[in-house]
């Protein structure tokens, strides 16, 4: 496939005034291109500037309120919920994120409701972002239907991602990000572009056989949960806490209630923060003071625990942390090779308005 190299400023200021030129003010503009620069930075490309199209189509429809303005609410010390206007998610996860953060190190636990929101993002920008303060995260947003449950053929789940973050002080943070399906229906479409096969297992086609053509299952088939019985029921699990947990739609709900421009429907994201440092060592300063105290964790060096575990996985022929393909990306500041259709229909998405 063609590609056109393009510095991450570049990649920034196309995102952005693409955004900005269909209906997003300064600030969402800003919040949507900056995930969707990182995502091209870390090699994520199934959620960067490959959105930028749906992002946009959303806007023009007026599906997503380009100009919303998420506002953070406190339901109790350790809940809160940022309602997201009908914004798209970066917005609200830009007002959220601090907000639960603090919480977190004044509780040592603390959940974000994240609600009327269109999320169309990798999650583990905001996970990532809590473990870079300190805490251990954990996201799940649903979508629409596009998996089965296992023993099905028929979609009724969505790909449902869960991103989990564990924070390394003067590191990275360990982090990894999934979709509960076999493969995320990005990666699939990218597959169907370029014209590979995805792997035994991704999906099924329109008659409901297994394939290996990425086409059949976007087109018309059903993506399968990873892992079987054991992935849908993860699935499962993120349908409940993305939406009847936080008053939001599952995903059969929100393609029921979406317009099919081809954008992110409205939903929720759950998100929880939790503090090593109250969990693991008793509390934002203390210590183990007795015996006993330290059996139970208090005062144990939390980070340097789980350092060793994660020395041991590097010590294993074959096996790597996740997220360490993306940090090792991170660090080359050069330019990136982008679709180079996809850089021209983005060029003419700014143009033709
Ligand atoms: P992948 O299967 O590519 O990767 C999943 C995770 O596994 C990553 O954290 C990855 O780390 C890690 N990993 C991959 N290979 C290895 C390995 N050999 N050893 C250790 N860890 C490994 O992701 P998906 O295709 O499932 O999802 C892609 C993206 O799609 C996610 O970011 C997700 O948030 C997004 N998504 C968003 C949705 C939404 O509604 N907003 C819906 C569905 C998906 P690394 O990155 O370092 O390779
Ligand atoms: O890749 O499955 C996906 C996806 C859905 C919404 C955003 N990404």
Partial sequence: MP?????LGEIHALARDCLAGNGCDAANAEAVAATVTAAERDGAVSHGLFRLPGYVAALRSGKVDGAAAPVVERLSPALLRVDGGGGFAPGALQAGIPALAEAAHATGVAALAV???????ALWHETEALAERGLAALACTAYMPAVAPAGAREALFGTNPISFAWPRPGDTPVVFDMATAAMAMGEVQIAARDGHAVPPGTGLNAAGEATTDPA????GGVLLPFGGYKGSAVSLMVELLAAALLGERFSFEAAAADNKDGGPPRGGEFILALSPNWMAAGGPESGADTEAEADAGAGRDWAQHAAGLFERIGQLDGARLPGARRHHRRQDAGPRAVNAALVGKIRGLCEAR
């Fill in 115 to 121: 609600v009327r929101a269109h999320h169309f993002a």
């Fill in 3 to 7: 590609e056109t190299e393009l510095t």
């Fill in 216 to 219: 059949a299952i976007a087109g």
